[in-house]
């Protein structure tokens, strides 16, 4: 049934704000680009990016685009809005780990797939939702 597919939030409801640590991701995002800030010192991978590296104290940061591939980590079906006003819908936040940034994970929403099909360790990839201001918010569907 159609109506129980998961949905992406509706992005007229989604606002975000940015600094000079997560302004190159936001960047990127808009571009239809996943990247993730990375330590050009240790190369150790972070997120959600910071000013210093965790492992080296490194402010040297890189962001190298990503495959956009990935697995589900974790997960909770939500059947409610969480929005003031706007009818309940199928939701799905999802804890995504990403293939080619070891040591991270990235939290997004699952989208068209029935919630009964979805399980710990599926393939998943990258896509976009539009959201205000003209940015764009990384969701994830299934391979
Ligand atoms: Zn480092």
């Not at 808009?30 to 800030?37: N, P, Q, S, Y």
């Not at 589900?72 to 809005?81: E, H, T």
């Not at 990839?125 to 539009?130: A, I, K, S």
Request: net charge negative; charged share 15%.
């Amino acid at each position: 049934m159609t109506q129980s597919l998961s949905r992406a939030l509706p992005g007229e409801h989604v606002h975000i704000t940015t600094d000079p640590w997560t302004e190159p991701f936001w960047q990127a995002a808009k571009e239809g680009r996943l990247v993730a800030a990375q330590c050009g010192d240790c190369q150790t991978f972070r997120m959600p990016p910071t000013p210093y590296c965790p492992h080296c104290q490194s402010q040297n940061t890189k962001w190298p685009q990503l495959s956009g591939s990935g697995t589900v980590y974790s997960y909770a079906v939500c059947n409610r809005s969480p929005f003031p006003g706007v009818e309940d819908f199928v939701y799905i936040p999802v804890v995504v780990e990403l293939d080619d940034a070891p040591g991270i994970r990235l939290v997004s929403d699952l989208i068209d797939i029935d919630p009964a099909a979805v399980s710990i360790g599926m393939a998943i990839t990258v896509d976009w939702n539009p959201i205000t201001d003209g940015w764009q918010q990384p969701v994830f569907r299934a391979v």
